[in-house]
């Protein structure tokens, strides 16, 4: 590829991720489109793409670029993580952990990954599988609100209410604006 396509196409990489940063998903998934028709081959175009798509509510078209991004670099556990995402958002469950599973497999400090797996053990009510991600999540990144969040919920569905407690209140520590931390507190009957 000639040197001043391959600037462009940073260019264009670059500024669909200052877009994605903004929430601008429309702006970025034209961005990426004018990277993959620079160049095709490009895996993190479709990775952010699908990224775009996942929050436009678009998971079809995400997956086909988590697809994509995956053929062109099978090692990419954003790609399989991601699309784990899209999966599980649209109730493949199953799939959505299998691909956790392999992110973790690639990338075994992936916070994200051990994160969003233990959202999908909840879903299948497989309370103690979520737990034990979410910790191993909290140990991989600490200031994970999420992960604390959700943990307390899971315990709080297992009637672990001091645990759940606890968790919302490390919610509250990372990020002292968060309602759904300070509803969680109400609901279990504690001032926040």
Do not use: W
Request: hydrophobic share 40%.
């Amino acid at each position: 590829m000639p040197e001043s396509v391959q600037e462009t196409a940073r260019t264009h990489l670059d500024h669909g991720r200052a877009c994605l940063d903004k929430g601008k998903y429309d702006d970025a998934i034209a961005d990426y489109d004018k990277v993959i028709a620079l160049n095709p081959n490009i895996a993190t175009a479709y990775t952010n793409r699908g990224f775009a798509y996942g929050r436009k509510g678009a998971f079809d078209r995400a997956i086909a670029d988590y697809d994509k991004a995956i053929a062109l670099d099978p090692n990419d556990a954003l790609a399989y993580t991601n699309r784990g995402v899209a999966y599980r958002k649209k109730g493949e469950v199953d799939r959505a952990i299998a691909d956790y599973d392999k992110a973790i497999a690639l990338d075994p400090n992936d916070a994200l990954a051990y994160a969003n797996r233990g959202v999908a053990y909840r879903k299948k009510s497989e309370v103690d599988r979520a737990i034990a991600d979410y910790d191993k999540a909290i140990k991989l990144n600490p200031e994970d609100a999420a992960a604390y969040f959700n943990r307390a919920l899971a315990h709080e569905s297992k009637g672990e209410v001091d645990r759940a407690i606890a968790d919302f209140r490390k919610v509250l520590e990372i990020d002292p604006s968060d309602q759904d931390a300070k509803e969680g507190l109400k609901h279990l009957g504690v001032t926040p």
